[in-house]
């Protein structure tokens, strides 16, 4: 059962950034399906560095993409992939200690992903006026 599904509402109406979004989701869902199944400690020694990985080549697409754009907050927006990095790692180091709470995990991932895109990517999208589904590149 996937705890987060992808809507028309979490768009921020590029299409790539969409797309690496969904694939967040999708690694978020793996990890609570193995958390859900009790099966978590072996497959998440492998999966949280994936999600590590990938969210750190998306926030790069995302800070360039704001750049590019001259978004005014791209500072701050830098500092919360950071600090996201920063907390996927401190995950990864104390992973006994998450999974001792895996509903606590699966929820914090879930509203880390889902408030960062609701609040914060849909700023820069504002910044550049894109409109969901809008094709841009």
Known sequence: MAIMNWTDSLS????EIDNQHKTIINIIN??????????????????MPELYW??????KDEELFMFETSFPGRAEHKE???KMLSEIQSIMENLDHELSNPARLAEFLKFWLTDHIVIHDKAYACHAEILPGKLHK
């Not at 921020?12 to 299409?15: K, L, P, R």
């Not at 990890?31 to 998440?44: N, P, Q, Y």
């Open 12 to 15: 921020v109406g590029v299409n």
């Open 30 to 47: 793996r990890i609570f399906e193995l958390v859900d199944s009790g099966d978590a400690r072996e497959k998440m020694t492998s999966l």
């Open 54 to 59: 990938y969210a750190s080549e998306h926030f």
């Open 80 to 82: 919360l992939h950071d």
